[in-house]
Every structure is written in structure tokens, then in C-alpha cells.
T-cell receptor, first 115, second 112 residues
Framework: DAGVTQSPTHLIKTRGQQVTLRCSPK?????VSWYQQALGQGPQFIFQ???????QRGNFPDRFSGHQFPNYSSELNVNALLLGDSALYLC??????????????FGEGSRLTVL | QKEVEQNSGPLSVPEGAIASLNCTYS??????FFWYRQYSGKSPELIMS????GDKEDGRFTAQLNKASQYVSLLIRDSQPSDSATYLC????????????FGRGTQLTVWP
């Protein structure tokens, strides 16, 4: 049973550039959430996608956008990168339909460094 | 503002001891609570979930929830060096939306 997979695992960008991160949810899961984790902090919610729509959004600027595809995979896009965007970006999958325990399963993350 | 606060740590215990990790939350509407373990450089891994008042045991781990006090804790019995990690407490509201609110984490070191 494949878990949550993310790509790329590491990447380095310069200020002003754009980045796209990708995620495939755990088999059987239909909901993808994205979190940003800065060094020494807990994960902060960016947004959540279900049925190809953004259902909920955290306190992040419009530079952060996303997409969910019919196969439930998802992308996170960040435009006009800032130094402060350097963080570990975590994709988490869960199941919304049916019994909802709220449990999230995380991928290994994409570590973004902005220079 | 829905906040989750954890005792700042770091926490250091000898092998075989009981490690106690604590967490408080501000949103009385929170219904579900989770403990994640995060090794350095790795992603969070779910180790315990608890939904009703009282204790929930799973092997060496016991989660405790007191909704009246808005308090969640995690006890690790017979601590092992492999338990050394950062432990994240998270809460979720009552809706079907799956957003979790995380604390900053408590770093635990278990020394041999």
C-alpha cells in the first residue's frame, strides 16, 4: 500500500522565482492538505483540496496556490519566492467521504531553500 | 484564534523512565486530538489519536484527554533512545474539514 509521495524532495530557488511541488495521496484517500513547516515550528496549514476544489485556506498570501487532479494528486505552486518561504512543505492525505477520523498521513516533504 | 500550546522542553529522560508530554488547546469546539512523532529531518508520523475524555493506551504510549480543562497529554512508558524525537500535538475542530492546528512541538531526548 503506497503511502503519500512527494516530489521533489529538495530544491533550491532564488528570490522571485516560482516553484511547483507535487503530491500523490495515500491509496484510497481523496483529500490533500498542504502544510508549511519552518525550522523549529509546528506545521502551518496552507490549504486543503477535495473534489478538485480548495475547501479551506489558512493565512497564506495569494502567492500560494494549488490544484487537485481527478486522480486526487495535487500540486502546490508558490510565486515570487521570498527568503521567508524557505521551509519544509508537507503534503498530507486523508479521507473525507465515509468515516472521518480526521487523521492525516504525511509525505516525506519537499525542503525548499530560497536564496 | 485556535491555538495549541505545548510545554516548551526540551525534555530529557533516562532510558526506561516515563516521559510526559503536555498540550493545551484554546478552541472548545475541538473534537479530535493527535500526537505526531517527528524525527529530525523527517515528516510527522501519527502515533496516537484520541477523541473522548479519558485515557487511550497503545503499547508503551498512553494519550489522555480532558476536554473540561482543554488538556491533552502523552505518556511514554519504558522510554527508549529510539523515542528521541520531536512530538507534535494537534487538534481538529468538529467539522468534516480536516484542518489540524499544531503546537510547536516538544523535543524529547532519551539517554542510555
Amino acid at each position: 500500500d503506497a503511502g503519500v509521495t512527494q516530489s521533489p524532495t529538495h530544491l533550491i530557488k532564488t528570490r522571485g522565482q516560482q516553484v511547483t511541488l507535487r503530491c500523490s495521496p495515500k491509496s484510497g484517500h481523496d483529500t490533500v492538505s498542504w502544510y508549511q513547516q519552518a525550522l523549529g515550528q509546528g506545521p502551518q496549514f496552507i490549504f486543503q483540496y477535495y473534489e478538485e476544489e480548495e475547501r479551506q485556506r489558512g493565512n497564506f498570501p495569494d502567492r500560494f496556490s494549488g490544484h487537485q487532479f481527478p486522480n486526487y494528486s495535487s500540486e502546490l505552486n508558490v510565486n515570487a519566492l521570498l527568503l521567508g518561504d524557505s521551509a519544509l512543505y508537507l503534503c498530507a492525505s486523508s479521507l473525507t467521504s465515509g468515516t472521518n477520523t480526521g487523521e492525516l498521513f504525511f509525505g516525506e516533504g519537499s525542503r525548499l531553500t530560497v536564496l | 484564534q485556535k491555538e495549541v500550546e505545548q510545554n516548551s522542553g526540551p525534555l530529557s529522560v533516562p532510558e526506561g523512565a516515563i516521559a510526559s508530554l503536555n498540550c493545551t488547546y484554546s478552541d472548545r469546539g475541538s473534537q479530535s486530538f493527535f500526537w505526531y512523532r517527528q524525527y529530525s529531518g523527517k515528516s510527522p508520523e501519527l502515533i496516537m489519536s484520541i477523541y473522548s475524555n479519558g485515557d487511550k493506551e497503545d503499547g508503551r504510549f498512553t494519550a489522555q484527554l480532558n476536554k473540561a480543562s482543554q488538556y491533552v497529554s502523552l505518556l511514554i512508558r519504558d522510554s527508549q533512545p529510539s523515542d528521541s524525537a520531536t512530538y507534535l500535538c494537534a487538534s481538529k475542530g468538529g467539522s468534516t474539514l480536516g484542518r489540524l492546528y499544531f503546537g510547536r512541538g516538544t523535543q524529547l531526548t532519551v539517554w542510555p
